[in-house]
């Protein structure tokens, strides 16, 4: 082996590597394995660095505490010729797009875009774990959970689990399971779709309310242990021009009963309107228009008014022909 001193620090060389030693700092060339060491004489990969790299203005490796470390400017990584991801300044990470101009929030930490304007974004994280996919706050207190072995996506607020979509595509809020006592429940069988339900133990309630763009309620569904009734606001202080005096029994006379089936139901027979008929006797009890786009309905109990109306006025007339049929038979 043939030694060289040079200035400080020594070169030593043999068939298989080169060693360079100046003032205790060590670069290691090992030849017959290709591998370079910086800081060490066993390199385990093909450049060890034992110590911390830093290139100025630009980047920085620290092995103590591994980190990668950019003074100025954005972390960018190239695939392909083109930038696809960066970290910026301000700690944000970018996929997909180098831009966070377009989305709703300029502070949002990660970016997924399929275009350099950022103007779509979208991601997709795949699991393959029984626990599902976590999208959490760091304590469990808020949290989005899809769990792989039951098909269920759960959603968690303070810690407790409020609303949930279950394999069967269930939506249940206040509940876990598809019961008649659920808070809220929307199931994919005909017959339970739309169906609001809430536990009553004793007393009356409010299984739903309805209200108008100002916040006022105008309508509600109301329960007690044994009934349910439908209610619409129908308070005197919500009302001007009231008017007892108009004649019922002639609108009521314009409207034409019948007997049907519908289309989709040819067994059953029923009894009803059609609502283009009953459109202008009692236009309010009618919505959509003939032939348009979309079929008319009927809502049955605008008519009743109309009715006890048409009924007061016949008793009226039995009332006063009772009277004069009691006359002559005393005459």
């Known amino acids: 082996m043939a030694i060289t001193k040079v200035t400080s620090g020594l070169i030593s060389a043999d068939a298989s590597s080169i060693d360079l030693n100046i003032d205790a700092g060590t670069l290691y060339l090992d030849v017959s394995e290709n591998k370079v060491g910086i800081g060490t004489t066993s390199p385990s990969k093909t450049l060890h660095v034992n110590g911390e790299i830093q290139l100025e203005n630009n980047l920085t490796l620290n092995e103590n505490t591994p980190a990668m470390v950019i003074p100025n400017g954005d972390f960018r990584l190239f695939t392909g010729g083109s930038e696809k991801m960066r970290i910026d300044s301000g700690g944000r990470v970018m996929l997909g797009t180098s831009s966070n101009s377009g989305v709703s929030n300029n502070a949002d930490n990660l970016i997924v875009g399929d275009n350099t304007s950022a103007t779509e974004q979208g991601i997709t994280l795949c699991s393959a774990l029984a626990s599902g996919i976590r999208w959490n706050d760091g304590t469990d207190a808020g949290l989005i959970e899809y769990i792989h072995s039951s098909n ?109 089936n519908f289309i989709a139901d040819a067994d059953t027979t029923v009894d009803g309107f059609l609502a283009h ?55």
């Open 152 to 260: 269920t996506m759960t959603f968690y607020t303070s810690g407790s689990e409020r609303m949930r979509i279950d394999g069967s595509g269930n939506l249940l809020i206040g509940t876990t399971t598809v019961t008649s006592v659920s808070k809220l429940q929307l199931t994919s069988s005909n017959q339970h779709f739309g169906f609001v339900d809430r536990a009553q133990v004793s007393g009356t309630g409010t299984p739903a309310g309805f209200f108008n763009s100002a916040g006022s309620e105008v309508g509600r569904i109301g329960t007690t242990n044994t009934a349910t009734s439908y209610n619409t606001s129908s308070d005197y202080r919500l009302k001007e021009n009231v008017d007892y005096e108009f004649n019922a029994l002639d609108r009521v006379a314009q409207l034409k009963p019948a007997r049907f």
């Open 277 to 331: 008929e009953v459109q202008d006797i009692v236009p309010e009890a009618v919505t959509g228009e003939k032939d348009g786009e979309e079929m008319q309905s009927m809502d049955y109990g605008r008519i009743t008014p109309l009715l006890v109306k048409a009924i007061q006025e016949q008793q009226t007339i039995i009332d006063n022909l009772t009277t004069r049929i009691e006359t002559l038979e005393n005459a």
